[in-house]
């Protein structure tokens, strides 16, 4: 069952109000700071039941973490239809590209799309993995049939971020099912789904239910977007149980890399889905209102369903980048081999506007 409906109220559109008073006043902008616009951050902030719960968890700050982990195990369980001993907490990715590449060997591949996230890729590379970049299709999506094509035997696992990133792009979700069936029967299979509660429909597609259907297959999620976490790093995987054991057990996840507060705020974020509604409604319809000023104005860009845009302004990003920078607004890193391509975070509609105004009067015709 999706975690949609488990824990939290309806899916309309609700309005900035509504969802300015439940963000923390910390999450507003002054007008003379700059406009951060570059990580993929939540501007809305948390639920507004995390502050008190990070309140209630202060006297728990004098002791180590010995049990209180599994009341937060148990709702992400509960939240994924999954059983305890599938849960990995934390912000895994670069761990568990450690550990992969650690087991694999010198001679241990790791394929990925490029350019992508890489903070999988990037644990396995120092360690001595062989990474294998297979560039984006046409559309700027995960280009399915070529990755296939580039999995061998000594392929230790396949990193797929879906909605990707920098694109914000997604998949079909049959053509991906049918696709993660496949390949996770010739590797290990790691789906990042960190931006997956921003599109349309999360149920039909999240690869958790192949999960729990026994494929060999982990799905990440992180609390650093939708649920504004950032600050916390908080995270966790749904695995099979033999691989999370096996993490597990080289201290992947364990209780003492954990702490108090951050067990207390994400319990607090996951079980307030009505605020994830909210902010996934206000996150579109600022992505709307970008994607229809950049298609007035003919420039390319993705079919973006993260909460950030990806667009070609006919400057160099580093150009374009300098500039906003300079007037107080700062974007996303540079992608190559798309050196001409930008990403935006969709930030408070106010510091949308400002920064659509500002990419539009100094980009130029493409």
Do not use: C
């Not at 010198?106 to 890489?118: E, K, M």
């Not at 998949?171 to 790691?190: F, G, H, N, Q």
């Amino acid at each position: 069952m999706s975690r949609r409906f488990l824990l939290g109220g309806g899916t309309g559109l609700a309005g900035a109000a509504l969802l300015g008073s439940a963000a923390p006043a910390t999450a507003r902008q002054t007008s003379s700071a700059p406009i951060r616009l570059s990580l993929n951050e939540n501007p809305w902030g948390p639920s507004p039941t995390v502050e008190p719960a990070i309140r209630s968890a202060l006297g728990r700050v004098n002791r180590y973490v010995e049990g209180e982990q599994n009341d937060l195990i148990a709702v992400i369980a509960a939240l994924e239809g999954v059983n305890p001993d599938q849960i990995i907490l934390g912000e895994v990715l670069a761990p568990l590209g450690l550990q992969l590449a650690l087991k694999g060997g010198a001679a241990s591949r790791f394929v990925y799309s490029a350019p992508g996230y890489a903070g999988f890729t990037d644990a396995a590379a120092a360690v001595g993995g062989r990474i294998v970049g297979v560039p984006l299709n046409d559309r700027l999506e995960n280009d399915l049939p070529a990755l296939l094509a580039a999995l061998e035997d000594r392929t230790e696992a396949l990193f797929l971020v879906n909605p990707h990133n920098p694109s914000g792009t997604v998949s079909d979700p049959a053509a991906l099912r049918a696709y993660l069936l496949e390949a996770s029967a010739k590797t290990l299979v790691i789906v990042d789904e960190a931006y997956l509660e921003y599109t349309d429909d999360f149920a039909g597609r999240t690869a958790v239910g192949l999960v729990r259907d026994g494929a060999n297959l982990v799905v990440f999620r992180t609390l650093a977007k939708v649920y504004g976490l950032a600050g916390l790093q908080a995270g966790y995987a749904v695995a099979p149980a033999a691989l999370a054991s096996e993490l597990k057990a080289k201290g992947v996840g364990a209780p003492h890399s954990l702490d108090q507060l951050t067990l207390a705020a994400s319990t607090a974020a996951l079980t307030d889905q009505a605020h994830v509604h909210r902010v996934a409604a206000e996150t579109a319809r600022e992505r709307d209102l970008w994607h229809a000023e950049l298609d007035a104005r003919g420039w390319p860009r993705t079919q973006s369903r993260a909460n950030f845009v990806f667009f070609r302004s006919g400057r160099p990003h580093a150009e374009l980048a300098a500039a906003l920078a300079a007037e107080g607004i700062i974007v996303g890193r540079a992608n190559p081999p798309l050196t001409d391509w930008t990403r935006v975070t969709l930030g408070l509609p106010e510091e949308n506007r400002r920064a659509r105004e500002a990419v539009l009067r100094l980009g130029r015709a493409v």
